[in-house]
């Protein structure tokens, strides 16, 4: 291995086999419970929250732990109305046509549109981007490597300690989504990946039968 500056791992914890086992079920029993919703409340969420769970998504692997993402969180309600205008107008274009009409069909069963409340009501949106220019400091200004790789690991954690707090989500992706850039004063060469919708769910709020049907660990899995 090539001479590299590095510290002992320190806090590394190794758990007995059975105690493994029944971790490791006790969080697939938690993580299937997340769901994507499309109806949330308009109940407040504590920033100091949100804060914690983006220094989870923080801690993911990247290509040469270079980090790059960068998260916008969004409660301002002018600003989160402004993100919902822009983003419909997109939608309606995709929906009337450019899509395409396989895509539309794959869509049906969830039972989507072109409105979208949601963006207004749930208490914080987070727009994700994905930097192509960047490097471990901030203000470097090398290549980034794996960033959709990296950028998706961190999206990832940052869902599930979302859920882990007792929140909902839901990944929203108009395309395109360059207004993102606008609204949220980003670069131009950082790419808008992802604009998380995060709160509590409404009262009635109900899941597409569709969205419940999970492959079988068999179909999604081989041991060889």
Known sequence: MAEHASVPLTDFIEYPA??????????????????????????????????NCLRAAGTAPSGANHQPW????????????????????????????????????????????????????????????????????????????YVRESVGIATGFLIDALHHSGLATLTHTPKPMKFLNEICNRDSTERPYILLVVGYPADDATIPVHATKKKALKEIATFI
Do not use: C
């Open 70 to 145: 960068h998260f916008v969180a969004i409660s301002d309600p002018a600003v989160k109305k402004e993100v919902r205008e822009k983003a419909e107008l997109e939608e309606q274009q995709f929906y009337a046509g450019r899509a395409g009409e396989e895509w539309l069909n794959a869509l049906k069963p969830l039972g989507t549109d072109d409105q979208k409340p949601f963006l207004e009501t749930a208490p914080w949106l987070i727009a994700i981007f994905a930097q192509t220019v960047g490097g471990v400091e901030s203000g470097d200004s090398g290549k980034n490597y």
């Open 18 to 51: 059975e105690e493994m086992q029944q971790r490791s079920d006790d969080f697939y029993q938690a993580i299937k419970r997340r769901h994507s919703v499309r109806s949330f409340s308009g109940r407040s969420v504590d920033r100091a929250v949100i804060e």
